[in-house]
């Protein structure tokens, strides 16, 4: 097997997801994010509350 072998079949590993935990990684990511956003939403309203 080449380098440029092995490189592409990596290549397609990432773009076809790479695992079968594609779906709750997902989610567990989008949770993560949404619970980051409201803590900054938070934290802005808290310092800002002379508006």
Do not use: C, K, P
Request: no cysteine.
């Amino acid at each position: 097997m080449t380098l440029s072998n092995s490189a592409h079949d990596a290549l397609v590993a990432v773009a076809s997801g790479g695992g079968g935990e594609q779906g709750s990684t997902a989610y567990v990511i989008g949770i993560g994010a949404f619970v980051g956003l409201l803590l900054l939403l938070w934290i802005t309203t808290r310092f800002n509350r002379d508006r």
